[in-house]
């Protein structure tokens, strides 16, 4: 028998607060107890993690529709701050039983680890501070996707501008750039204010919990307990001993195809063979339709599974004044299905970002028959390996978008950007080391710290008299301001895909075979386990990083040009 009641509002707290008073109050005593306990408290947070996912989709669909906004806030305040409190007499609770050693490893072995954790950093004071927090997150997407410009004799949003940036016309794209640029300034003086709210309140949070800042915190509030700061920073220095070098040969390729002295942050998205853009689709519909036929013929599992998104409840894809910016796939946990988020406007990345929101859906799908929240929920770094790795599974079929010789043209271009992607990953993983641990810091020094790292990781692009657009180019990476501390998963889980991508040459059937194994896990067992059971090395060392990145050369040798 369920535990929650079909029609529990999951936003209201006199609702909520009954069945949470239950569960803190039952007994824990016999391995029979403490396991329905899980269970039920399992049940309910779906619920409440549902609501809350709905309440957040609304808003960042319409970030100018207040009364979604108002929703959304009132759980940020009421609601959360009250799980909260009641998680972690929870989480106590568990932990107090004295047949906790008794329950099986293997299902409940990680998240006990979690727990542990989680009572560890657990400080009453800090839930407001962390209230006021996705506050100033929901802040800084409400200012992000109210920015639009007027171009060639129309309204556009900052992402449908991101087209004007790969026409062959260098006045139309430096036009383009700047006007988005310009724009971005106006509003950079309320973002670095948000920026600075942050990073304080931050640093409160992790001295109240009795961390030196608010790195060392978030290790232990992400649970990264196989890895460290230290594997971070060897990850920057393979990025740039391996990638940065062959990124850095592109650029002078490119400025000698393009012919021009130097090479200026407009010239970085056109074709060096002054092709016109590619334009994999005109409308939304085409996209999902073409990105249906590629899942198809990778495998008829697949196709199905992201057909069944195309219910008309499941995707919101299209670019629009006052929705968020960016893309992301969440899960409604407790009718176990996904939802994709994204701002689509004709591009390849865009062709990308879907193929790439759909892994998180078939990992959400894989993992659902998971009876426990906590086992469904992945960490970070391997949810990541099943987005990146669809990026690449792909690659076979981008006939169904293009000829075969565009279809060419799209993979290099998807090679050459992981060869600067991982730079990038790099730059703002290193960024926010350093902002993090440099409390009280000015925003001149901030803009310096900024500045040496483009000079490390960037390209070798000419900013002269636009030195302003540049040392506010952190502003658009969203991660730094709503999910801090979350972008070296991204870099783990490239290597993670590049490997699924090799084995796919080798067997398609065993690539996938192991995709889907590992996904079906969840989040049931610790990171390097999931990786192994893909058959993946957990590793991102320079070794590692040039062995894939070598690879990825070879391929793009076989590439035309």
């Not at 920015?147 to 036009?175: A, I, P």
């Not at 973002?191 to 990073?199: H, P």
């Not at 590629?294 to 199905?304: D, K, V």
């Not at 889980?493 to 075979?513: E, F, H, K, P, T």
Request: glycine share 6%; aromatic share 10%; with cysteine.
């Amino acid at each position: 028998m369920a535990f929650v009641p079909d029609a529990l509002d999951a936003t209201d707290w006199k609702s909520l607060e009954p069945l949470y008073e239950d569960l803190v109050q039952r007994s824990v005593d016999t391995v029979g107890d403490l396991e329905k306990l899980i269970q039920d408290e399992s049940e309910l947070r779906e619920w409440v993690s549902e609501a809350g996912s709905r309440l957040y989709v609304a808003m960042t669909c319409s970030t100018d529709d207040e009364n979604k906004k108002s929703a959304y806030l009132d759980f940020v305040e009421n609601i959360e701050p009250k799980l909260s409190e009641i998680g972690d007499q929870l989480n106590r609770h568990i932990m107090s039983s004295p047949v906790i050693n008794k329950l099986d490893s293997n299902t409940y072995g990680v998240m006990i680890r979690d727990i542990e954790a989680d009572i560890r950093i657990f400080r009453e004071e800090n839930i407001p501070l962390s209230t006021e927090l996705t506050k100033l997150g929901q802040k800084y997407e409400e200012i992000s996707g109210s920015m639009m410009v007027e171009f060639e004799g129309e309204e556009r949003t900052m992402q449908q501008m991101g087209r004007f940036l790969q026409v062959t016309n260098r006045d139309t794209r430096e036009k383009a750039f700047r006007v988005v640029w310009e724009r971005r300034l106006k509003d950079s003086e309320a973002i670095e204010d948000l920026y600075d709210q942050m990073l304080a309140i931050r640093h409160q949070i992790a001295l109240n919990a009795g961390f030196a800042n608010y790195r060392d915190y978030v290790f232990v509030a992400k649970h990264r307990f196989d890895y460290t700061p230290k594997d971070c920073e060897d990850f920057h220095r393979a990025a740039e001993v391996v990638c940065v070098p062959l990124s850095r040969t592109l650029d002078t390729q490119r400025k000698e195809l393009l012919a021009v002295n130097q090479l200026r942050p407009w010239d970085l998205g056109v074709d060096v063979h002054g092709r016109d853009p590619l334009r994999p689709f005109e409308k939304v519909d085409e996209m999902v339709e073409g990105t249906s036929r590629m899942f198809h013929r990778i495998s008829n599992e697949l196709g199905t599974m992201f057909d069944s998104l195309r219910d008309g409840h499941s995707l919101d894809l299209d670019s629009r004044k006052g929705k968020a910016p960016g893309g992301y796939q969440i899960s409604f946990d407790r009718i176990r299905r996904p939802f994709i988020f994204m701002n689509a406007t004709g591009l390849q990345r865009d062709l990308e970002t879907m193929v790439h929101e759909a892994g998180h859906a078939f990992h959400a799908m894989y993992s659902s028959k998971q009876d426990l929240i906590d086992n469904r929920d992945p960490p970070i770094e391997f949810a990541e390996v099943a987005s990146m790795s669809m990026e690449l599974l792909v690659h076979p079929h981008l006939d169904e978008f293009y000829s075969q010789h565009d279809a060419d043209r799209a993979r290099r271009v998807h090679l050459e950007g992981i060869v600067g992607l991982l730079p990038w990953i790099a730059t703002i993983d290193a960024f926010q080391h350093w902002t993090h641990t440099h409390p009280g810091h000015s925003r001149e020094e901030r803009a310096e710290a900024w500045r040496d790292l483009r000079k490390r990781f960037g390209a070798d692009v000419e900013w002269s008299g636009i030195e302003k657009m540049r040392d506010v180019g952190w502003h658009r990476q969203l991660h730094l301001f709503t999910y801090p501390f979350y972008y070296i998963e991204y870099g783990i889980a490239q290597l993670g895909a590049l490997q699924i991508w090799l084995q796919s040459m080798n067997s398609l059937d065993g690539a996938l075979q192991n995709y889907a194994q590992a996904m079906k896990l969840g989040g049931k067992l610790p990171l390097p386990s999931l990786f192994k059971a893909a058959e993946l090395t957990f590793s991102f060392g320079p070794e590692t990083v040039k062995e894939l990145i070598d690879a990825v050369q070879t391929r793009l040798s076989e590439l035309p040009a």
